[in-house]
């Protein structure tokens, strides 16, 4: 199956590269961020102390959008509810892209000192994760879901440029 959502045309399959899988990611992430640019409310700058809040008023937007234009792109994003880190609170996230390579998002970090998202082929383990096929990208800490996005975006931009 091919997609030329992009200058060039991606075979969407199992057998993907890594590098593949990341740039399908972008082409949906990019749109969510086109469509949630908008004025920051100076009024929420503070970060909550507890981060569940954080989690579920941030994080959880930015992920629920970005589910929304995955799924338009034929991916389906889905939150690993039997996932806790009771140290963070972050969430872990399984992408189904097309075509039926799967991969493992996972969200890491110390609240509110570190954010991190770390993308990696899944395993046939659900509490197993892939370093040979992985990226971590450093997030910003922010009440602002566009300051998040572009985070997300920046990292996997660079790892794909390289």
Same mark, same amino acid.
């Given at each position: ?65 970005? !589910? ?92 794909? !440029?390289?």
């Amino acid at each position: 199956m091919e997609r030329t959502g992009s200058l060039r045309a991606i075979r969407v399959d199992v057998n993907m590269t890594f590098t593949s899988q990341l740039d399908e990611m972008l082409v949906a992430l990019r749109q969510t961020q086109s469509r949630l640019l908008a004025p920051m409310d100076h009024q929420q700058l503070l970060l909550p102390e507890d981060p569940e809040i954080f989690v579920e008023d941030v994080l959880g937007y930015v992920m629920d959008e970005w !589910r929304q234009d995955l799924l338009k792109e034929g991916h389906v994003l889905e939150e690993v509810t039997s996932w806790k880190d009771p140290v963070s609170h972050y969430p872990r996230f399984e992408l189904r892209l097309r075509g039926g390579a799967m991969v493992d998002l996972l969200f890491a970090g110390v609240y509110p000192e570190s954010l991190h998202l770390h993308i990696s082929r899944s395993m046939a383990s659900k509490m197993q994760f892939s370093d040979a096929h992985a990226v971590e990208v450093p997030l910003l800490v922010s009440n602002d879901p566009n300051a998040l996005l572009y985070s997300i975006v920046g990292g996997l931009r660079d790892f794909v !440029r390289r």
